[in-house]
């Protein structure tokens, strides 16, 4: 039995690794590991790991490493403290490989810990664009790793371009994707009933926007201004719900999430509700029921483009990313965004796309695993 | 006056930024701040600091972040302890750009901060083949730097094909070449007179061997194996001096060490002087007196090849570099180290090679730097 | 000139020495240095660090350590945070003495890398009694410093008991009360005007309660039960405005903070308005203009008894506190709370009284610091 | 079963508290965990850690938390980075109670990250005095803990003077004196013919003499002179073997290394052996067998004055101490060293004296402990 370590350091890398977790857990030649660190811990971003328990993936380790201050400065600093604690962790559960996800400090916090300690480490999500400084973090992960699970052709062909082993490259689409495929993706009140918001309760049977912005590290400062343009943007559609949620820890949160709150507080009854966090398998039926997408997250991306949802994508966290048709970019302006959601509003839903993978990720990739025996490159 | 912060956090980075640094200090458009960390700070490791201070550096700051252990995951810790001490020191000095040597982990840290802290990153020594972990780590660091000065063209050629932007990239040469350009490199006893030595005395007027070995990271175990097969070899040349020098801090380090120690306690009265540190100006006259050099120090390739001083490069440590014609390699057997370092003996100089820079690099780098208006990349 | 260092870590912390940073400023022999750390840095907790900046006092060190988790292994793990930041700050400023407040896990960290880096320390508030966590915690720092100004006669004697030498303890009251005397205390709309706030408009000028309720670190789990029942007891309060800040950052406080969110969400409208933080002065004219304090603020018991001002005590966490005739104590039981409340209503105003100080503690501990030539115990 | 949790932090941790541990061990009401940290694990310090797993204590968590340098900043910062590992380790082991020893700084690193997570805290040794920080330190862990087991009766007198409840505070003597206590303690070279050493030959069966002196923290900058004074005492002395130990890790430890080693390599032939550790049972047998003992180790006093083995104690660090008549001091120069060497040379063996214990401290703590029903105080 080889031992496989999957870090979990945020609520967005859950759904990005469920089906393959599942996967390696219900494989015969390996015993599943699973750290559960960072903003997966905290009420404030909404406790992903509670999902991950009541998903049967009981944590052997739970680490905190955020530093507060939501600056550059504290981003940094809590990569230095996730080091800390991620070696800590591996050195006692001694995994035979570490997987890890995409491209954000956590990632590398893993990254680091792993290479120093002579882990073979197994990255996802590697090869992306999306022009700013993940692209930076992740193509520095994609060198400190020794295998790759890319979620495109063309993210594989960066990969190699690289200098990456092409045999230690693989691409099998993105696990994300295996939550939407051959499953119910309906909606209901009934269905989503027991979910905790703030603001204006919904009815998830009538026609809503979905947002979700986060904050951009490299325009750092702007954070708040940014927020606001799009929320004013929203309030101008009438006629149809906004589901708003909370952003992802990173430097400029807090700008964010204050600009979150003060609308809030000043535009109750207007049709805006509040959310957290969701387990993976709703926030699918989340996306696949919205009538648009609004923000910049990388789901809008991916999820939206398989399942042909309309999306409008908000400045340039995403900016050089491979995308659908689903998917409309705008500037940081009130005007310009509510231009977009209307045109969006009209199209109803796109084609499918298999850019980022058939729906068979998580299987696929574990099938793969077992083939290798695990070595440094 | 735009503020270049150099990050010096080993003895080994000194000797590669000095003329660096004298060349930024001495240009009306730079304000040069200087950060002294983990091991130059350490009397264990020499305490390079204090070399630096006596060649006119004050360091602004002085920072602690050297973990105990000497094991893989000490090491680890280090990088996120480095990463925890320089993000306060760069929110502090709030330089223009930040410079960073090679491919050590405390270069990881300074490239960790300074790309989350959105600070221009200059990384020298990248696109390198050293055919071990410092590898990964190096193309890593160039992935997180926004502008690059590699030592050889083929270097350039490599960080270019890793995806780097051309017009980002630059070979000058190597600044440690420059010490070595147009110096009186003699060496006597007079000049040696005070360094503190361990073990035998010598008289340097007379024939010697220079060994320096480091762990190897990615064979943690064996460094207490590895260096006993050199110290024997060596010790069965008979009519010449053998200068031993100290390993760095990494991974295995406490196994060198104690390799050394204990051959030294039991192999008084047999040639052998134990040093800790020399200024770079020192070990230029040594490298370029030594009869031979044997090791896996990257100053044999490096310093070695533009003096055409022989060497035996022993191990994995830095296979796959480029080198001049000065240098073989031999496997990590007390007998196969033996025959190289004879059939080295008996060449006496090689041509000198420039390779890696015609001696003028600290110079040319600095009027690069002038010319640009440092961003992001 | 002599160096002294005060380190504010909190926005209490603050208060309770601006009136003595003010006097070492002014005085001759001294220059003084200041640290903000932990919560003062941040927008959650009410940007403390702005108003110390209004005030004059630019902080020569802004440190962030506080571990997102508000639990109490991150409550621990803060503490070891700050001494990382702290030991860096101390050795970078060299002071030749220290000043720290109070008992909280900041100042734990203050104390133990002053007393490691053989630096005088000069502790405020010592000898006190609150009964729980926080007089463990106020203890061990009257074993680890060197001078200590205690704000009552029977704290300076619980001092001495402890077997601290008499002539190291002196009793000149609480710099906070300083705040408090001779000043215009007076509130109006006028003065109140640019103070952002969530929740309902407040007339500052018709009567109000003022709550504030820390968690209790060893209650920790019970924060959210204990915050509705107050909560819940004002709301039965009619005809008057209640004002509610939020609480400092100790394990709890999310707890804390998510009932208090939670109740304003819900209860909008109902006369309750919502604060992080006010300068000193401005917390002196609320406190003295209230009806009643409600909750487990240490000011409530210290400026409230010099004050007059009725207080209902809510809890353990002041239980075994010296305090005026002002204040009576509560369970956590609403309808206690309630019964209390309208009783504290009844008496308007008590007599003033000088426990704690008699408004000159700045000015004295000053003049006795500058006539102590600080060593060592 | 309830769990209890010993935290080794030091070689000299060990000794104290090697039958306590194997008491509760061997307790039907307890389940012992065990925590090896900070130099238990470093070759440099003899790695007590492989001594308690050959006596058999597995330890449950290792944990690396020593920062390099041995200056007073980075012995804070070590404390700091304890705290940081300790909580950790406490919150997945969850012990119903925590044991932890003396006055050493990884030893308050325990004390705080027990107290901020609310599990009660038992401490060893309380109430000594040896006049210098760790005085500091040692009360203010007493104050920090909830449970007292003190060495000698005067000890208990003194926690309770400084405020404890005299119901939690108990003396049975110290444990490290256990394994003097109906022990063979008879010492010959076959017994101790697998140690390693450095320096010269010892014949075991012929007078030595044994030295031990750790840094001052202080006095810090003067260990290398007070260390040479010693040594060149002993060089003094004719006609006896001398045994010198490393120091402790502590700031200035690396001054006494460098003064010890740079004397031995100069010094070899002359008598002197060096060595670095030994189980607790080895060293009873070296300090039972010694001719005199010599330096500030607290070993001299408490186990030598059971024994009533005769020592010269040099300089402060223990100048305050309880102590048996078989102890004199001296302070640090060679001369005055050199002549109470001889005094107690002259003297031979002192009565037994049972200050700190009769040798059952172990059985009877665990027993007081199996009576408590542990709670916070």
């Known amino acids: 039995m080889k031992k496989i370590c999957v870090v979990v350091a945020s609520r967005m890398n859950y759904g990005r690794v469920k089906t393959l977790m599942q996967s390696i857990k219900d494989h015969n030649d390996f ?16 406790n992903a790991v509670d999902v991950m328990r009541r998903d049967g993936f009981t944590p052997d380790k739970e680490l905190y490493y955020l530093l507060e201050g939501s600056l550059p400065m504290t981003q940094a600093k809590s990569t230095g403290m996730g080091i800390l604690e991620l070696s800590t962790a591996f050195s006692e559960l001694s995994p035979d490989a570490i997987v890890t ?16 300690m002579n882990i073979p480490l197994i990255h996802l999500q590697g090869g992306e664009v999306s022009g700013n400084i993940d692209d930076k973090v992740r193509n520095a992960i994609t060198k400190l790793s020794d295998y790759h699970f890319t979620c495109s052709d063309e993210s594989r062909k960066r990969v190699i371009e690289m200098g ?5 490259v693989f691409n099998f689409g993105c696990p994300s994707l295996d939550l939407l495929n051959n499953q119910d ?4 009140n009934e269905i989503m009933g027991d979910y905790i918001y703030l603001g204006d309760e919904i009815n998830w049977e009538l026609p809503y926007i979905l947002m979700i912005q986060h904050p951009v590290t490299t325009s750092y400062g702007q954070g708040f201004f940014q927020i606001n343009e799009t929320l004013h943007a929203l309030s101008e559609i009438d006629d149809i719900q906004k589901i708003i949620m909370w952003p992802n820890v990173d430097a400029g949160t807090d700008e964010v999430s204050k600009g979150i709150r003060m609308f809030r507080e000043k535009n109750l009854g207007s049709g805006f509700t509040y959310h957290k966090n969701f387990s993976p398998e709703i926030y699918s039926r989340i996306i696949n029921n919205a009538a648009c997408c609004v923000g910049n997250s990388s789901s809008f991306i991916r ?9 409008v ?45 058939d729906g068979f990720a998580g299987i696929n990739i574990t099938k793969k695993l077992s083939e290798i025996n695990f070595t440094l490159k």
């Open 31 to 46: 015993d599943l590991l699973t750290i559960a660190g960072a903003s997966t811990l905290l009420e404030r971003f909404g």
């Open 101 to 116: 996800v995409a491209d954000r400090f956590e990632t590398m916090s893993t990254a680091i810990s792993a290479s120093y």
């Open 164 to 168: 990456e082993d092409p045999d230690r």
């Open 303 to 311: 999820e939206a483009s398989f399942l042909g949802v309309p999306a």
């Open 313 to 357: 994508m908000v400045g340039d966290r995403q900016k050089d990313r491979e995308h659908g048709s689903n998917v409309i970019f705008s500037p940081h302006q009130k005007k310009e965004i509510y231009k977009r959601i209307l045109s969006q509003l009209d199209k109803n839903r796109f084609d499918q796309e298999n850019i980022f993978g």
């Open 185 to 188: 993706l309906s909606i209901s």
